[in-house]
Every structure is written in structure tokens, then in C-alpha cells.
Nanobody
Framework: QVRLVESGGGLVPAGGSLRLSCEVS????????MGWFRQAPGKEREFVAC??????NYANSVKGRFTISRDIAKNAVYLQMSSLKPEDTAVYFC?????????????????WGQGTQVTVSA
């Protein structure tokens, strides 16, 4: 069983930065595609970024501001968020699937963390 645990959320002023972390249990971490999704109050969950092998993909709304990365030795994936905007406020979820492909579709992911709250003040 794969377990994902996010951390690093918090309250930050607009224009600030945060780095989210997701620790992943499991011995074949390098074989997973990792994704970050977010859900704002009253809205559906939306894709933010994903990483598969050496490839990444980003939502247009975060491209150039967010960076997804992975540390295989630490079994962790990160989301570095910069130039944050109030509209980035949401619960951020880490997700994983044991396939090497880039997917923006949350239904493709098998494992999910509990989420971490990010609030960006105006």
C-alpha cells in the first residue's frame, strides 16, 4: 500500500512563496507518476502539476510560477510555489499512480494524501 503525506501549507501574502512536500511510502517510488491537485471552496478539484520520469506538465494558471520536483533518495515530491496569488488559495493534494505517463486527470491517480491548506492573502 502506498501512503502519501503532505506538509508545508500555510498562510502567505500575495507575491510570497511556499514549498509543499509529499512524503511517499513504497519501494518503487521512481516508477510512480506524481501529481499535485488543488481544490478551492465550492470548486472542483483541479490539476496543478505532474511529474513522470524526467518530464513535467503544469496547468496554465501556474506555469512559470510553480515547479514540481522529486527527490528519489528521500521518497518525496515537492511543489515550489512562487508569486502566489489569492486565487491559489486551496487545499493541495499529492497524488500518485504506478504508471509512467503525464496525466492531468485526477481519476487516473490511485493514491492520494490528506491535503494541506494553502491560503494566500490579498
Amino acid at each position: 500500500q502506498v501512503r502519501l503525506v503532505e506538509s508545508g501549507g500555510g498562510l502567505v501574502p500575495a507575491g510570497g512563496s511556499l514549498r509543499l512536500s509529499c512524503e511517499v511510502s513504497g519501494r518503487t517510488f521512481s516508477r510512480y507518476t506524481m501529481g499535485w491537485f488543488r481544490q478551492a471552496p465550492g470548486k472542483e478539484r483541479e490539476f496543478v502539476a505532474c511529474l513522470s520520469g524526467a518530464f513535467t506538465n503544469y496547468a496554465n494558471s501556474v506555469k512559470g510560477r510553480f515547479t514540481i520536483s522529486r527527490d528519489i533518495a528521500k521518497n518525496a515530491v515537492y511543489l515550489q510555489m512562487s508569486s502566489l496569488k489569492p486565487e491559489d488559495t486551496a487545499v493541495y493534494f499529492c497524488a500518485a499512480v504506478m504508471r509512467l505517463f503525464l496525466s492531468k486527470d485526477d481519476t487516473e491517480y490511485d493514491y492520494w494524501g490528506q491535503g494541506t491548506q494553502v491560503t494566500v492573502s490579498a
